[in-house]
């Protein structure tokens, strides 16, 4: 029977993009390069999400968009990064420049569709980048200077700002008419009481001051991480803000958190911090438990310190295992204290899931390396299944049983994988259970 062999021709548009769309951009360029019929494409999936960082290289795209109409509307996400350029030259004119923000500015005139738009630019003081442009679907918007008043007006659908740097002062991008619809927020601190009150923000990502103001409010709490806080809880989302992520440039104020949990129904809050050694990162974990139990609801937590010179995570062990199991019964202590607590990750970067299967419940590493797992489980599960060999029978039972019904691939059944791989490596003492 003959066979009449396909080509790419045969398939549709839509099927085309999807392939190209699972491809890196290298291979979508070779793609693009030895294939016709993905040439004829490859506007909408080469120009979808744009990250730029050279003056060339934004050039020569704007001119492309200027040209090519259908790759301007391909345009999804775009960012461009130019601030190292410009504080490393030491050159920046905008009388100079005028002729490049303006070409920037007709570039953007053309990508109509829009979703995010990211701008680290030198000051734009004449507001020529984004002098008349609209963006029916832009949902998030970043920018490090601060003549973007207008453009945020006329774009009122904008549902995530994110300030870049410390130029933006009180007035001239937030005011009672602008972004209506602001869900999420990250930028410097300050901010929050001209951003949050009377918008539904939900989430927020805060970089706090170094130095706060010193005069004292109620409960020692000083004058400026007051105002923050009071303005954070006047969002009008329904819940008011669940998502609080938190950067702080020295070691984290034990009274600004113990005001965010008594002021703020939090369910996720990370904490940064910068400017710390490993010893000051273990006596703010410790110190950390007093405040725990003023969260009601909290279901989510995460603590990283940096390290000293701040572009690193703070390296604590050599040894994967022996820090996990550090992290292990500090979880469990804090679980003791805040019962609603899923999930955490500390300064391992490793996710820890909690099953209440037994009591006590158990917390998972979400760890890829099975040998890893299975060397963690067996220094702290494993000693306590001498105290309750009941309990940790039950336990073992209901693993197993849960780990029969999930659906492979999803980030818990990698967990419990991991977890029945484990319980298997000690099954000649548990025969009975793993035969059953």
């Known amino acids: 029977m003959a ?35 993905f040439n004829a494409v490859a506007a909408k999936f080469l120009y979808r999400h744009i990250v730029l960082t050279s003056f060339r290289r934004i050039f020569r795209f704007c001119d492309t ?11 999804r996400t775009l960012s461009f990064d130019l601030l190292g350029h410009a504080m490393i030259s030491g050159k920046w004119n905008v009388a ?16 109509t569709r829009l979703y995010s738009l990211v701008l680290r630019l030198p000051h734009d003081p004449r507001g020529m980048i984004l002098q008349n442009c609209t963006f029916p679907s832009l949902n998030h918007y970043g920018s ?42 990250s930028g410097p601190a300050h901010l929050v009481p001209t951003v949050v009150p009377g918008r539904p923000v939900h989430s927020a990502k805060l970089w706090w001051p170094l130095y706060p103001c010193y005069e004292t409010a109620e409960d020692g709490l000083d004058r400026c991480s007051a105002a923050i806080i009071k303005s954070l809880a006047q ?34 809050l990370f904490i940064r911090s910068r400017n710390c050694g490993e010893r000051a990162y273990h006596m703010f974990l410790f110190e950390l438990q007093t405040v725990l139990p003023q969260f009601q609801q909290l279901q989510e937590i995460g603590v990283t310190f940096l390290s000293p010179c701040g572009n690193a995570d703070l390296q604590l062990h050599r040894d994967k295992v022996a820090e996990l199991v550090e992290e292990f ?36 590493p979400l760890h890829p390396e099975e040998r890893v797992f299975a060397r963690v489980f067996a220094d702290t599960m494993w000693k306590e299944a001498y105290e309750n060999l009941r309990a940790w029978e039950r336990f073992c039972r209901n693993c197993l ?22 319980i298997q490596s000690f099954g000649d003492l548990i025969p009975p259970l793993l035969d059953s």
């Open 3 to 37: 066979v009449n062999p396909l080509t790419l021709n045969h398939f549709a548009v839509e099927i085309l993009f999807e392939i190209a769309s699972n491809a890196t951009q290298t291979e979508q360029m070779a793609l693009s390069t030895v294939s016709k019929t």
């Open 65 to 75: 968009l200027e040209k090519k109409t259908e790759a301007a509307l391909a345009v």
């Open 96 to 111: 100079i420049f005028e002729p490049f923000f303006r070409m920037i500015n007709r570039a953007l005139l053309k990508t």
């Open 144 to 185: 490090t200077f601060d003549s973007g008043g207008d453009f945020v007006e006329r774009n009122p659908v904008i549902k995530n700002i994110t300030v870049l740097g410390e130029g933006l002062g009180p007035d001239t991008m937030f005011d009672s008419a602008h972004v209506p619809s602001l869900n999420v927020f």
């Open 235 to 268: 969002s009008t989302f329904p819940t008011g803000i669940a998502i609080l992520e938190n950067l702080f440039m020295d070691w984290p104020p034990m009274r600004t958190i113990d005001a965010l949990a008594t002021s703020l129904n939090l369910r996720v």
């Open 329 to 364: 019964w500090t979880i469990r202590e804090w679980a003791n204290r805040c019962p609603t607590i899923r999930v955490c990750t500390l300064q391992s970067s490793t996710p820890w899931l909690r099953f209440r299967l037994t009591s006590p419940s158990f917390w998972v």
């Open 401 to 422: 049983a849960l780990y029969a019904q999930l659906p492979r691939g999803t980030g818990l059944f990698l967990a419990m994988h991991s977890q029945v791989v484990a």
